[in-house]
Structure formats: C-alpha cells, structure tokens
C-alpha cells in the first residue's frame, strides 16, 4: 500500500517537536517513519498531547493540514492500551474521504494488525453486514449507509462504541446529513471520547458541537482563508460560447502538466470529459452519479499518472489526498466563494508550486469578486492570444458535437435503481442539481 502523503511538512512546525515528545508509543513513531512523516504538522503538535490526555477535540483546518493523523494516532495509541472490537465510528462526507481515511488508518495499524470496515453507499449491503458481522476495530462511514445498517442489519450495534470522530463536520451538516447524525448520536454511548474536525465553525457545527462533545479544547491551525504563497492565480474573462476553446487552449499551453478541471455540474462534467476525449485528450471524469467502483476507477487512474486530466465537481475539491495536481481549472466559478479556496488547494501542496486559473463569463463577474474579496487578493488577467483560440473553434464544435450525441445514448437509456442510503449518501453537487430539476419541473 502506498503511504498517503498528506503529512507533507509546512515548514512552520518547531525542529525539536517529534512524534515521541508528543507522547506517541514506540510502534506508532516507527509506523510513522514508515509512512515517511518525518515530523508532526501544526494540528498534530497541537491535538496529540490534549488527545493523548484523554480530552475531546475540536480541530479547525484545512485538507492537506495532517488531520487525519491527528486523530488516527490517539485512537490507535489507547486501541494498543485496550484492545476492543467496534471501537471508533469515523464520520466522512464522502464516499472517497471515508476509503483514503481507512488506507491511513491501515497504513498506521499495520504492524497492530488493526482491522477496518468502510461502509458507504453504491456499495454492495451484503458484503458490508458481513464485514459487520466480524468485528472490525474501526469503521469509517458515510452518514446514510451507517443508518441503514443499524436499522436493517441483524446482530450489529455500536453500544461499546469508546471514540466518535466527524471528519469534515462542516460539509457532513452541509448535505443534510443532520437527521443521520442524530439518530446515531442516539445509539451510540454517552462515556465516549468525541473528536470534531471542520474547515470552518459554521453555526450548525458549534450547535452539534454542544450536543455530543463534552469540556473540548479548541485547536485551530489557520483561522484566515488565505491561498498558499506558491500558487500562481489568474482569471479569463471570456464569452460564455467560446468557453470550451479556451478549455482546449488552456491544455494545450499548458501540456504536459496533471490537471484538475472544476464544473458545477454531474452533467457537465460528463460533457467535458467525453468532448476532451474526442479531441485526443486524456480526460477522465469524477462526480457523484458515477457508480462507486468507477469513482475508485477514475481516482486511482488520476493518482498513477494513466491519466492527466481529472474532469470533477467539487466531489474532489476536498478531503482527498491527490499528490500531484500541477493545474487546477475553474471551468465553472464555484457558487460558495469558500469552495475555490479548497479547490485551488488541490495544487501547490507540501512546499510545490501550482497554477490555478479561473474561467469568468459575463454572468460571473459578481461571484468572481467576492472570491477576490474573501482571499483578499486582485488576480491578473492570464495571457491568451485570441486568434489561436479562433483556430480551434471548428474542431471544438465538432468534438462538442458528438459528445452531445454520446450524452444521450448513455443517459437516455439509465434507469437506475438507487436504495435510501445511495439517495442519502450523493453528494452535494448530484442533490443540488436535482433540486434545481424539481425547480424547473414546477
């Protein structure tokens, strides 16, 4: 298994802080050399020890900051004290976020022999009540697949439940996981340790704060929405019809780089990927409509290099640990300023450089200035040179073209069939679509 890299050094941690002067066991110091984390990030300098304490935890940072370790390590640190079946629940928004957390999580456990289960939707319910039925040590979840579970799945509850831990607790309440999270808050045991891990302190999170968790220290990394410093931003303004060249033009300057192209939309996305692929690109996409097996299929082509281009919704714009994204592609301006923030945020990490660049139509220009109000910066205006991108247009509406055409051969034939935990578990992008859809019906 190949170690996940989020723990990359930021460079702003103290030289003579280590793994051990935090308190860490002898095992769990040597899984961490094996994982090549040299030293402990700034959220994990400060929640170990309070952790290690015994304390519950509210930890604000962003993706890429080490936070999974920061919880990982106290939970299997006091697993070796005490051993016990069924002993953490991990809370994900995403389907992908709950897999990478359990490769962590087997990474850091290897040499413990710790046992995890990841139960989400689009998944087989059979196979995972079996998995269940064998005790694992630690399960990561999404909300709606875990509910199921303990409705419908004979013999199987969390009553010796010792830690509960909601990674990305903002985006959890985000997606109407509200009603999820409360009934399992209702099954599971009071005397627990409690670890809450957000990108932002948004109301529904302070409200859930104060419903499970018990005296917690706040450790916060970065309060301020700031882009990194090696990042080299800019913008297009363009006309919305020549959007697609401009694409083409973009990736074609720029070749040679692995790429990250933002849309708003599941639709859209299938769109761009099929239309890069007319044109000889090495497109792929991710979104939340894709089944979950593909979803793994796409990322880990994108994660081996088969791939360059990873068309995607914000599905991708957080939690996942994708170590080379040279270029992020604003195709379409995120609605909730917050999101370009995680989105360019897939480049330039652990001390590299990247590019982001953000495509602006006329209809865009008011969201494009609140991004620059929130990250407090004026971007400039990236180079192009028109004729070039004329030059493209007849291929383009070409390529367009069958794309079109293949987008309805695939999905006016889909019918799917989707159980309650699939419905509860999309994520955010596929459910703000269909809400727009039932808009537009009425």
Known sequence: MSAPTENANDGDVEENI????????????????????????????ESLPVALKGNDVIGLAETGSGKTGSFALPILQTLLEKPQRLYALI???????????????????????????????????MGQSLALAKKPHIIIATPGRLVDHLENTKG???????????????RILNMDFEQEVD????????????????????????????????????????SKYQT???????YLFIPV????AYLVYLLNELAGNSFMVFCSTCANTQRVALMLRN?????????????????????????????????????????????????VLNFDIPTHSKDYIHRVGRTA????????????????????????????????????????????????????????????ETFGKKAAKRTKSDEADDTEESSGVRKKLKKKKK
């Open 18 to 45: 280590t793994f051990q002067s935090l308190g860490l066991c002898d095992i769990l110091c040597e899984a961490c050399k094996q994982m090549k984390w040299t030293k402990p990030t700034k959220i994990q300098t």
């Open 91 to 125: 809370l994900t928004p995403t389907r992908e976020l709950a897999y990478q957390i359990s490769e962590q999580f087997e990474a850091l456990g290897a040499s413990i022999g710790v046992k995890c289960a990841v139960i989400v939707g689009g998944m087989d319910m």
């Open 156 to 170: 199987f509850h969390l009553r010796s439940l010792k830690y509960l831990v909601m990674d990305e607790a903002d």
């Open 183 to 222: 009934k399992i808050l209702k099954v599971i045991p009071r005397e627990r340790n409690t670890y809450l891990y957000s990108a932002t302190m948004t109301k529904k999170v302070q409200k859930l704060q104060r419903a499970s968790l018990k005296n917690p220290v706040k450790v916060e990394v970065s």
């Open 228 to 234: 990194v410093d090696k990042l080299v931003q800019s």
């Open 241 to 244: 019809k020549y959007k697609d």
């Open 279 to 327: 044109l000889g690109f090495t497109a792929i996409p991710l979104h939340g409509q894709m089944s979950q097996a593909k979803r793994l299929g796409t990322l880990n082509k994108f994660k081996s290099k088969d791939r360059s281009i990873l068309i995607a919704t914000d599905v991708a714009s957080r939690g996942l640990d994708i170590p080379h994204v040279d270029v």
């Open 349 to 408: 990490r652990a001390g590299r450089s990247g590019r982001a660049v953000t495509f602006v139509t006329q209809y865009d220009v008011e969201l494009y200035q609140r991004i620059e109000h929130l990250i407090g910066k004026t971007l400039p205006l990236y180079d192009t040179n028109e004729e070039e991108v004329m030059l493209l247009m007849e291929r383009v509406s070409e390529a367009q073209r069958i794309a079109k055409m293949e987008m309805s």
